[in-house]
């Protein structure tokens, strides 16, 4: 992992994705890396987690070590218009031209390439003294479907677009998410039935079709085993669930042990299931039982990691 340029995150929406992501570069910023992390349009609340001030289009330093930009289509085509044409006035007489516009709106796929595109730029960018301007590069993808869609572009571009500005950069984008030496796609998922359905997906089209190396699957939100850590514990609670007599203040113990039961048993069966299907390394979350993320829960979710990494190390 310390020897990686970029870092792909990837799973169904709502399995915490986001929250591994922040969790991964923090951990990374921790151990002396120098890390970018690009959210796609991301609407959590990423700097409550962090512990600073939200994100928006500009890179900035969030913690030492660690930078961050939530990017957009318009501010990564606005970036790279200005590279390729150099000068202000120059970009806002073709870019902004209202037929330039309808064009652009009308190429397939434009709003992921450009983001994508953002995003391996910054792994090629040098200091003045010839350093990496960024150590690793972690893209906080958007859900399956749309992932998919972005990471497939370049190869898109290769085969159908002439030779060209276009094409090289793709076929040099294409060249670092094919590289397992350089990048690795991390596949987020909950202990559900859709979430691990979907990651099973997810995993066979990074494999399969986009020749991705993918490294580890993160379970998130996987509740507690204290009951089946504590059979004495179990049996009381089990005993007092079945008394006549029980002191009604006693209820909601009673029912929250049930349902922390519940989910633990559908937790372990997709898991199992996950395991059946996906042959990697397993990252088990906790469930944090906290309404809102805040800079202690996000220690505990790279708690988690850590101690996964160090486990099992990264081929």
């Known amino acids: 992992m310390l020897n990686r340029r970029f870092v792909v995150i990837g799973g169904k929406g709502g399995v915490g994705r986001t929250t591994v992501a922040v969790a991964l570069a923090a951990l ?72 330039v516009k309808y064009f652009l709106r009308a190429i397939p796929s434009l709003d992921e390439y450009s983001m994508l595109g953002k995003a391996w730029y910054h792994t090629t960018e040098v200091l003045d003294d010839g350093r990496p301007r960024f150590d690793t590069v972690i893209l906080d993808g958007p859900a399956t479907g749309h992932l998919i869609t972005m990471l497939r572009i370049p190869q ?86 079945r008394s006549s007599d029980l002191d009604a203040t006693l209820d909601p113990l009673v029912a929250a042990a049930r349902t922390i039961s519940s989910r633990r048993s559908i937790n372990r069966f997709q898991i199992d299931r996950l395991a059946q299907r996906i042959n990697l390394p397993r990252v088990e979350v906790p469930h944090l039982f906290c309404s809102e993320l805040d800079p202690g829960a996000l220690e505990r979710v790279s708690t988690a990691l850590e101690a996964s990494l160090q486990r099992q190390p990264v081929p």
């Open 28 to 99: 990374l910023a921790r151990k002396g890396r120098r890390v970018l992390l690009t959210h796609v349009r991301t609407k959590q609340h990423v700097h409550r987690m962090l512990g600073c001030d939200e994100l928006d289009e500009e890179i900035r330093e969030v913690l030492p070590n660690l930078f961050a930009v939530n990017m957009t289509p318009a501010a990564a085509l606005r970036e790279r218009g200005l590279m390729v044409l150099r000068f202000k006035a120059v970009y806002r007489a073709v870019m902004e031209n209202r037929l």
């Open 156 to 241: 898109v571009i290769v085969d159908t677009v002439p030779d060209g500005p276009l094409t090289a950069d793709a076929r040099l984008a294409l060249e670092l998410l094919r590289d397992p030496r350089r990048t690795l796609m991390w596949i987020v998922t909950l202990a559900e039935e859709m979430a691990v359905t979907e990651a099973v997906d997810l995993h066979a089209a990074a494999t399969s079709d986009l020749g991705i190396h993918v490294e580890r699957v993160v379970v998130n939100a996987v509740y507690p085993d204290t009951l089946e850590r504590d059979p004495e514990l179990a049996a009381g609670l089990e005993e007092l669930s």
